[in-house]
């Protein structure tokens, strides 16, 4: 059921998805854009985390630019899904957890700071269930921008350039960790920040400002919990589609409209043939299997192969490990 927000919940989630303040009391200038005080807003944003409307105030990091990601899936046996979602959701690398319509039925991404942290998550998975885990790893990524609003059509941001990586700090990692578990909902989060890290207000700010001008952070503001606002049928789409078109490919699926992310993945031989992946999030299937006809008839892949793995359930939702806060046991 879509949660029944008030009208000042509303105005916050459709105004600050993205483009938070980069100043020592952001909350106050939110509130002075929505005629509310800074205490209301965090009352507010305080409200919306407790009733699972939204993940965190924080930020996402563009995939594979600090840390290692993969998108992974495993064919799990209907009496077990409860229980090996349970294994793979207890790995603190684990961010995303879902149960799809498809013989390869429980997908998850994997985070770590590094491929080795990466590969280690994946093993441990392995040997807990007894099941093979496929690895699915990034090879570019069309786009990466996601929001959701709560009323119309969703607006595609602008194409983003590539992220400059020589933007990034050695000690850069535990900020941007921090932003994707989410600041706390204080008047001056970035001091508090600070105050974790060691390190001064106005340099946790001057950092955050460099990475997101270097698109390392792709996106600062309320990270939403998609279901709980409306947007409840979501599918991933993937596509057949030659190494050599997916130059063209990739970009026209991109920018049609509903598709809300868009990557390209190395297959696994034999076992699963898919390049392009997609993601279409929308308030009902009907309305989701409309936007993959549309995509579908675009030239670039009017006859290729595709399958469509809805999402069933959802079993984690977090933000991802790109800096090591601790080893798992073997």
């Known amino acids: 059921m879509t949660m029944m927000l008030r009208p000042e919940d509303k105005r916050l989630i459709e105004a600050w998805q993205r483009d938070l303040p980069l100043v020592p009391h952001p909350f106050a200038e939110i509130g002075a854009a929505l005629g509310l005080s800074e205490e209301e807003v965090l009352a507010r944003l305080r409200h919306l985390a407790a009733m699972g409307a939204i993940a965190r105030v924080g930020g996402t990091c563009r995939p594979n630019t600090i840390g290692a990601s993969t998108l992974a899936a495993m064919e799990v046996p209907d009496l077990r899904v409860d229980e090996v979602a349970a294994i793979v959701g207890a790995e603190p690398g684990v961010n995303h957890s879902y149960l799809r319509e498809n013989a390869l039925n429980l997908w998850f991404v994997g985070t770590g700071p590094d491929r080795l942290h990466l590969d280690a998550t994946l093993a441990r998975i392995e040997k807990r269930t007894g099941l093979r885990v496929l690895d699915l790893p990034l090879v570019r990524a069309f786009n990466v921008d996601l929001g959701f609003p709560l009323e119309g059509e969703r607006r595609m941001p602008p194409a983003s350039a590539p992220a400059d990586l020589s933007a990034i700090r050695p000690d850069d990692g535990a900020i941007i960790q921090a932003m994707t578990d989410g600041l706390a909902l204080v008047a001056r989060p970035f001091a508090a920040l600070g105050d974790d890290l060691g390190r001064a207000e106005m340099e946790v700010i001057s950092r955050l400002r460099a990475l997101t001008e270097a698109r390392i952070l792709t996106r600062l503001g309320i990270i939403v919990r998609h279901r709980a606002i409306g947007w409840r049928s979501n599918a991933m789409v993937v596509w057949d589609v030659p190494e050599a078109e997916i130059d063209r490919a990739g970009p026209a699926l991109a920018s049609y409209p509903g598709v809300t992310l868009c990557y390209q ?36 892949l009017r006859d290729k192969d595709h399958e469509v793995l809805f999402s069933l359930r959802c079993f984690k939702q977090t933000g991802a490990l790109v800096h090591d806060r601790g080893t798992v046991a073997a």
Request: glycine share 6%.
């Open 265 to 300: 993945r190395r297959p696994a031989p034999g076992k699963w043939r898919y390049r392009l992946y997609s993601m279409i999030h929308a308030r009902t299937r009907s309305e989701a299997l409309d936007i993959l006809t549309g995509a579908a008839d675009l030239p670039e």
